[in-house]
């Protein structure tokens, strides 16, 4: 199973940034969409943002403009900028990767731990 090691969350004051790091761990994997969910208290876990190995970025619609998702395939690294901070953008963040050991293996997903963000004056 791929491990999922996530940095970067804090607490910061409303129009604020933080950087948001995942890093994969393992080998013999190939990883595809990356992305980004969040979980507010009392709130389902909704996605923040997605990148494809591939292709152009999906962003929800409460973070476009604000937020740019961006990888190292290099370092099987995702990153989250967080720009222009919101309270109502405090959550815990989770990473995600889909991936698979070999072409025709079922592709799978793996979670990181979660991180909390922390918006407030």
């Known amino acids: 199973q791929v491990q999922l090691v996530e940095s970067g969350g804090g607490l910061v004051q409303p129009g604020g940034s933080l950087r948001l790091s995942c890093a994969a761990s393992?080998?013999?994997?190939?990883?595809?969409?990356m992305g980004w969910y969040r979980q507010a208290p009392g709130k389902k876990r909704e996605v923040v943002a997605a990148i494809p190995s591939g292709g152009s970025t999906n962003y929800a619609s409460s973070v476009k403009g604000r937020f740019n998702i961006s990888r190292d395939n290099a370092k099987n690294t995702v990153y989250l900028q967080m720009n222009s901070l919101r309270p109502e953008d405090t959550a815990v963040y989770y990473c995600?990767?889909?991936?698979?050991?070999?072409?025709?293996?079922?592709?799978?997903?793996?979670w990181g731990q979660g991180t909390q963000v922390t918006v407030s004056s």
């Open positions: 393992g080998s013999g994997f190939t990883i595809y969409a």
């Open positions: 995600n990767v889909d991936y698979r050991y070999k072409s025709d293996y079922p592709l799978q997903r793996s």
